[in-house]
């Protein structure tokens, strides 16, 4: 399968704290792909740096053939890199049909296009919560309409941030299940995340970080079977 976005050498630094190591990685259309490590690991500064919003970084990063390495978020996210960070940051303020047109990019070749009908298809409970402020929201509510504000951009690789943190079960598995819709429609996902059960039931592959070294990759197959790097970089 082509690669769609192309890690190399990824370095990164928050002031003088060097905090990744020649990070390198890629993922194929279609595949999810789970970041795993314990906290501190660099997971997070890993997608961070991926989308421009840490500004000491070097290494090539290569999105459907295009450079975008030293970019601007914004520029980013418009060549096709949509991000749901941890924290969510939806617009408390504003409605969840406002958050969707928040969103709205134009669509573009070989990419499924969004609609907001399609979305509350993908989260019935949205389509429910339309008119509501999100701020009014419950967690995975607002979790769910993170997502959807990030499909309404179109993109084509997606960077995930702890998607399942802090949600109830029957939530987790909600989400499970549109992360599997959206591998279906051909989208290709980074999922930073520390539930592996979650992990286990959506990915095809697994890299794993510590002290922000890529310390293994490999099928999640593979990785089940290997007690050794588990007990090594993922035990407490």
């Known amino acids: 399968m082509t690669a769609k976005l192309v890690v190399r050498g990824l370095n990164a630094w928050y002031g003088r ?15 999810v ?10 997971k997070t500064t890993t997608l961070a740096s991926l989308m421009g919003l840490v500004p000491a970084v070097t290494g090539d990063v290569i999105l459907d053939g295009v450079p975008i390495a030293g970019l601007p978020a914004h520029r980013i996210a418009r060549l096709g890199l949509g991000y749901v960070p941890e924290d969510r940051r939806i617009f408390s303020d504003l409605t969840v049909a406002e958050n969707l047109a928040v969103g709205r990019q134009p669509p573009r070749p070989g990419v499924p296009a969004w609609t907001p009908a399609a979305l509350f298809d993908l989260f019935p409970n949205l389509a429910d919560l339309r008119h509501r402020r999100a701020g009014q929201m419950s967690g995975g509510e607002q979790q769910m309409l993170t997502i959807a504000r990030t499909l309404m951009g179109n993109p084509s690789v997606i960077l995930l941030d702890e998607p399942a943190e802090g949600l109830a079960p029957r939530i987790v598995a909600q989400m499970a299940a549109v992360l599997r819709t959206m591998k279906a429609e051909g989208l290709t996902l980074i999922v930073s995340e520390q539930n592996l059960h979650f992990a286990r039931s959506v990915v095809d592959r697994v890299c794993i970080l510590e002290k ?16 050794d790097v588990k007990d090594r970089y993922l035990a407490i």
Do not use: P, Y
């Open 212 to 227: 922000g070294r890529l310390r293994f990759e490999g099928t999640m197959a593979t990785f089940d079977g290997a007690k």
């Open 17 to 31: 704290a060097h905090i990744l190591f020649d990070v390198t990685l890629s993922v194929a259309g279609g595949e």
């Open 33 to 42: 792909l789970a970041l795993l490590g314990r906290n501190g690991a660099g």
